[in-house]
């Protein structure tokens, strides 16, 4: 539980740097889940184990607390904590070993996604399965000129739920790709229908990164603390084999992305 020295009290709630707690004996104090919070207690709980594993608390190679412990500390029920551990477990950061318990994980799971195009691929070569959800699909006009807007979240299959990398937003010309309205992208990859439909090769890109504000909803998509106010963003356009411009595209990753840069000094 976590130690605060603070007098004797018993059985009362205490405010420390902001935070809500019930002190039950002594310098003992459990964090009290606050259940008028947007977010449900799972997420809450999730947030603060992931915190203690990232600041340090929780060691890399060894045990976190038990269900029991946390139930105790957190005030919560044996579902919550539950629910929380295996979230975490989806994102890579901890690992359960039958019979001794849930450990940090040596090497957090990252993903290396650089550029644009062969998302589907990328997680294949990793031995793994991609997963896309529709977020919106639509038409729009931009510049007097009719495209395709399609917005998905991103993100691998994993035992314990779905952990989602990215946030996408892509922008076709209607002239160039009629009827892409028809297909159901939660299921098929973009790139895949415009080779093998459309005969057009994604080649190469001209990105620029910058952070991005991003709202509450992609902030629980990706798995972000409220408190944070922006994410890494790439935008830019993708060019085909003719170097015709074909998508507008902006990528918001999350944070079990990744990025490696080599540069030739010659």
Known sequence: MLAVQMGI??????HISGQLYNCIIGWEVSIILDKNDFAPLYIQLQRIIREKILNGEYKQGEAIPSESEMM????????TVRKAISMLVTEGLVEQIRGKGTFVRLNPLKYSIWNFGGFTDYLKSRNEVAVSEVLEQTTVNMGGKAYFKLVRARGVKKDTGVLYLTVD???????????????????????????NDYRTYPGRTEITLSPEEVNDKIKEILQVDKKETSLLKAEGVVFD???????KVKVVYGPHVEFKIMTNMN
């Open 9 to 14: 009290c018993y059985n009362q709630l205490v």
């Open 72 to 79: 105790k500390m957190f005030q919560t029920t044996r579902g």
């Open 169 to 195: 937003t892509s922008y076709l010309p209607v002239s160039l790709f009629p009827g892409l309205e028809r297909y159901d992208f939660g299921k098929e990859s973009l790139y895949n229908v415009l080779r």
């Open 241 to 247: 084999q003719n170097n015709t411009e074909i998508e």
